[in-house]
């Protein structure tokens, strides 16, 4: 039989002379010739056993493990693990996401980071394509396009393609969760170009910076909503 601080509070917090001049023995609803004194402790005691023992008992696993945390917890839990966002509104992918986030803190900007992510979704990286630069001279047909550079500079950051391989194509929410996860495993000079998911464009970069969804509908969001 598990401890339970309902049989023991009274005999053992309480002495003999507080039990000889409890009263009220003879209204004990039991007929267990308890006092007021020890029958409100015992309904104190057995309010715990009930309800404050076994938070303490899960505390770990409520607050600190990520399969078992509490909802109420998930934020606090992300942030303790480096992630700076909600990747998104199901709490079971969160979990996964906490439970992993050291991996794919360790392999930001490798392949392997973006399979381990993707995996935690359901997907798998099948390419990442690099799309190289290209020098030459404003004109009326090259003039602002978005892979051309001018003047033989460096490159600031390289424009790439992800194509992803899954059961299904995702819906417009799941897109964004997916543009979230880029936050944590793009390396700091990559510009997503195209997101491709089992052959089927579903997001592209703009020349205006903004993320055009190709999902539920053809609409524009914000690069990276959070």
Not at 169 to 185: E, F, H, R, S, T
């Amino acid at each position: 039989m598990a401890w339970l601080l309902k049989n023991v509070i009274f005999t053992r917090y309480f002495s003999a002379y507080d039990e000889r001049v409890d009263i009220g023995k003879r209204n004990d609803p039991e007929g267990r010739n308890r006092g007021v004194v020890r029958r409100y402790n015992e309904i104190m005691g057995e309010d715990y056993d009930t309800y404050m023992a076994p938070l303490l008992d899960n505390l770990v696993s409520n607050t600190r493990q990520p399969q078992t945390i509490l909802e109420k917890f998930l934020r606090y839990a992300e942030y303790m693990m480096g992630l700076d966002f909600i990747i998104s509104p199901n709490a079971a992918i969160r979990r996964k996401f906490i439970q992993y986030a050291t991996r794919i803190h360790q392999k930001k900007g490798t392949r392997k980071g973006y399979e381990i992510a993707f995996g935690l979704i359901g997907y798998q990286v099948i390419d990442l394509v690099e799309h190289n630069g290209e020098f030459g001279f404003d004109s009326p047909i090259t003039f602002d396009h978005p892979t051309r550079r001018f003047d033989q500079k460096c490159y600031g950051c390289t424009d790439y393609t992800l194509s992803l391989s899954g059961n299904s194509l995702p819906d417009a929410q799941l897109v964004n969760i997916m543009l979230k996860i880029l936050q944590l495993v793009e390396p700091i000079n990559a510009n997503l170009r195209a997101l491709v998911v089992n052959g089927v464009n579903v997001a592209e970069l703009c020349d205006d910076g903004t993320v055009r969804i190709y999902a539920d509908c053809d609409y524009v969001v914000p690069e990276y909503v959070e």
